[in-house]
């Protein structure tokens, strides 16, 4: 059974950085695709940032310039890298990924960013 854990969140000032880490309990380039999805209180689930098994990436626009993801393949572990975080970025963030016709959902982890 594919599990993913994340870890990282946490309470950060706006203009504060924080680094999420997905560690998946196998290879992550069996993956098609990861990603990293936040949903905010009161608001639908959205895709911040994926990546696929080639490397390509992409980012939701509010977040473009502010935050990077990226892998390490030695650790099975896929990073987001969140840089100059505002109030709206308070979310509970979750890693995704994907292959063939399954996909699995870490436990989340929550990213508060106070004003």
């Known amino acids: 059974q594919v599990q993913l854990v994340e870890s990282g969140g946490g309470l950060v000032q706006a203009g504060g950085s924080l680094r999420l880490s997905c560690a998946a309990s196998r290879n992550i380039f069996s993956f098609n695709t990861m990603g990293w999805y936040r949903q905010a209180p009161g608001k639908q689930r959205e895709l911040v940032a994926g990546?696929?098994?080639?490397?390509?990436?992409n980012y939701a626009d509010s977040v473009k310039g502010r935050f990077t993801i990226s892998r390490d393949s030695a650790k099975n572990t896929v990073y987001l890298q969140m840089n100059s975080l505002k109030p709206e970025d308070t979310a509970v963030y979750c890693c995704?990924?994907?292959?063939?016709?399954?996909?699995?959902w870490g436990q989340g982890t929550l990213v508060t960013v106070s004003s």
């Open positions: 990546i696929t098994s080639g490397g390509r990436t």
């Open positions: 995704n990924a994907h292959w063939s016709y399954f996909e699995v």
